[in-house]
């Protein structure tokens, strides 16, 4: 059950009370319906004041309370706090997958440690009880855990994961209080995933481990960036994980890493797709082709983007007229579009402007245009691989600035291939392992590579375009105008 705005809005004065008079629910399961859901808990942090803060409380949900005092909601846990019973509002927009898929348990790393913590992280109160400057503990227990397999760790260890992600979990109940703006956090190098454990078909460590280097560098990015008012995820947290490690594709072994971060939204592009994350795991990629077999189908669909899928990524497109092509811009469009409903909603409650699906691919073209423009500005690649790309082959464009690294508010969202090429090559070769010969040719070449990325970056545009305006073919060349318009203005 999600409970309507206005029946939130009723709670007013009826089931709250100040802190210390905890306000009850009277209908078992109305708080986890509330916290499932997005808007309700946005309308939810708006009923108390700093003067007047307020806690509610629900029978069927045993050590929870929930706080709101005009900064954002708060939480507290107690040792019977189930957060299974909790659903992280994105689910409620995501492809319903079976439990064993999409959620994980954790235990906390033994031998974890507190590289960085933001100052203004709020953590939930309870078991995770104030943070201690000797060796953030509330920190540790809540963040630092990794993913354990066929064991139960608890109520409070379940995280959910997205669709096809192979070593990252999402992190609920967490704030940033002086960038109340980021309202979804996620872990990566926690572990494999259920989908990197089962054949995920991207490159995904087999160890799921991040290395601490890279983990800095991302951070390190972000901020210059942000800096620059690129719109990028803030980092919350780098903890270290003595005793495990990550292996480069050179052999070299690296201290493993958690980064966790904040989002505007966590979801990427590539999410508009109920089915291509699925497809990237070869258990499922198996069970799709045959279906596909038995309804006579022998096309074999390789599209595990949208914008190949659609045609809005530079150079490709997929077969069109096939039953499996047909049925997948279907499942885009009406899928994609509750998925666009929950970010246009999250932007309309920050600018208090109307804000349709249209509207919102508007947005979404002339704020990523306008970020390619300070890329450019500011001479930052988002992939340093770029240079290993075949390009008599459109098809094969080795960068990683597409639908899995851009998020559905605009953000650049994996920034561990990001390289600012007029660094110090010291600086480069330690945080990325280019060589002089490369960091060369990102210099010279870097208007031409640039440009490439522009250009994939308005296909990333055109795909959100295209599902925001329900198929619409020629709004899909009017969001490349809008992109490159505001790229032409930025960049004056």
Request: aromatic residues 6%.
């Amino acid at each position: 059950m999600i409970l309507e705005l206005s029946e939130i809005s009723q709670l007013r004065g009826q089931l709250f009370g100040p802190v210390g008079v905890s306000g009850r629910l009277t209908r078992v399961g109305d708080l986890a319906a509330i916290l499932a859901s997005d808007a309700a808990r946005r309308e939810l942090a708006e009923l108390g004041t700093v003067d007047q803060p307020m806690a509610l409380s629900d029978p069927g949900l045993p050590d929870v309370v929930v706080r709101t005092g005009g900064d954002g909601l708060g939480f507290w846990f107690g040792r019977r706090a189930d957060l299974r019973a909790i659903k992280h509002p994105v689910t409620t927009v995501l492809p319903r997958l079976p439990t064993e898929w999409s959620e994980v348990d954790t235990e906390r790393w033994p031998t974890a440690s507190v590289a960085y913590l933001a100052d203004d992280l709020v953590l939930p109160d309870g078991p995770f009880q104030r943070r201690d400057t000797s060796n953030h503990s509330a920190a540790l227990d809540y963040l630092g855990r990794v993913i354990v397999v066929s064991r139960s760790a608890g109520p409070n260890a379940a995280r959910f994961v997205e669709p096809g992600v192979g070593r990252s979990y999402l992190i609920d109940f967490l704030r940033l209080s002086a960038t109340p703006e980021f309202v979804d956090f996620s872990a990566t190098g926690v572990g494999c995933t259920p989908f990197s454990r089962q054949g995920f078909l991207l490159a995904t460590p087999p160890d799921g481990c991040m290395p601490l280097v890279r983990a800095w560098h991302r951070t390190q990015m972000a901020d210059r960036l942000a800096a620059a008012s690129v719109r990028v995820p803030r980092t919350a947290s780098i903890i270290e994980l003595p005793g495990r490690h990550h292996v480069m594709a050179n052999g070299t072994v690296l201290p493993a890493a958690m980064l966790v971060r904040g989002f505007r939204c966590v979801l990427r592009v590539k999410q508009l797709d109920p089915m291509a994350n699925p497809l990237l795991n070869h258990t499922w990629w198996s069970r799709y082709h045959a279906h596909l077999g038995a309804e006579g189908q022998k096309a074999r669909c390789s599209c595990f983007v949208p914008s190949v899928l659609l045609g809005t990524w530079p150079g490709r497109r997929c077969a069109t007229g096939v039953t499996c092509h047909d049925q997948r811009v279907s499942a885009i469009l009406e899928s994609g579009a509750a998925v666009l409903r929950l970010v246009a909603a999250r932007l309309r409650a920050r600018s208090n402007q109307p804000m349709s699906l249209a509207t919102f691919g508007e947005w979404f073209a002339a704020t990523l245009g306008k970020q390619l423009a300070i890329l450019r500005s500011v001479r930052v690649l988002h992939d340093y691989r770029i240079l290993r790309g075949p390009w008599s082959d459109p098809h094969s464009v080795i960068d990683s600035l597409g639908d899995t690294n851009v998020s559905l508010a605009a953000e650049l969202v994996d920034l561990d291939t990001a390289i600012a090429v007029d660094d110090p090559q010291s600086v480069l070769e330690e945080a990325l392992g280019v060589t002089p010969a490369e960091v060369r040719t990102l210099r010279g070449r870097f208007d031409e590579l640039h440009a490439i990325e522009r250009r994939l970056a308005c296909g990333v545009a055109q795909t959100v375009g295209y599902v925001a305006t329900g198929g619409g073919r020629i709004e899909v060349a009017r969001t490349a105008q809008i992109f490159e318009q505001a790229y032409r203005e930025a960049c004056k």
